[in-house]
């Protein structure tokens, strides 16, 4: 099956104070460089996938150090050498996300300002009007690639009921509270030759440990463009 569209995601910043409070916002630290798709889980320290989606890992070593391929296009990393890539619309309703965690819980009632870049991959034949961050106290999900958290519907580890590849429906989504960040373009998030910026604050509530980043939202429910 072939998926439709595909956001790189390069970095995530979180300011307190002009300190980064994400840990390993660069995705500078990984246990292997990566050799085929889907290798962010269980691989680049601090990140994971909260779902059954095949989120990847993109970093320029060895006979392609200064390629910076993808497999739908090319970027340069907008810092390090290093970035992630996720569906956030296919067939199906498949879905990826990025999961990183910040160094200490936010502070109840303080506001903080949330960055991250976004670029769109050159083959990508879609483009979203709307991206959402949303943070939780634990991590949903594991950071290994195993299926133990999956293998049961009923186990204590289960976060969710959808236990797919497919969006996580954030009704279903079984963490005690959660708050949630939608950004939405004024056109549509289409650049691709560079990487944009993604910018808002949020006040927080005090559990803030973990973050993910994707579309929460199914196929019918989702804002696009057409681009081919």
Known sequence: ??????????????F?????????PSFEEFK??????????????FWSCPNHGSTDYFRACGKSSETYQNYNGRQRPF???????????AEKEYREYVQ??????????????????????????????????????ERIGK???????????NAEENKFSNLSEKYINLNELRVKDYGIQTVESHT????????????F????????????IGNFNANSETEYHQLK
């Open 1 to 14: 099956m072939k998926y439709k569209l595909l956001f790189i995601f390069m970095l995530f910043e979180t």
């Open 188 to 199: 549509y998030f289409e650049e691709m030759e560079s990487w944009q910026k993604i910018s």
């Open 79 to 89: 810092s390090g050498k290093g970035y992630s890539g996720l569906y956030c619309y």
């Open 16 to 24: 307190l104070f002009s300190q980064n409070l994400v840990l390993n």
């Open 100 to 137: 990183g965690q910040l160094k200490d819980t936010l502070v109840k009632d303080k506001t903080y300002e949330v960055s991250f870049y976004i670029s769109l991959a050159e083959a990508s034949t879609l483009s979203l009007k709307n991206i959402t961050v949303i943070f939780t106290a």
């Open 201 to 212: 604050t949020y006040q927080a509530k005090g559990f803030e440990t973990f973050f993910t």
């Open 32 to 45: 292997e460089c990566p050799w085929k798709l889907g290798m962010l889980n269980n691989n680049v320290y």
């Open 143 to 153: 950071p290994s690639s195993n299926t133990s958290m999956f293998s049961s519907p």
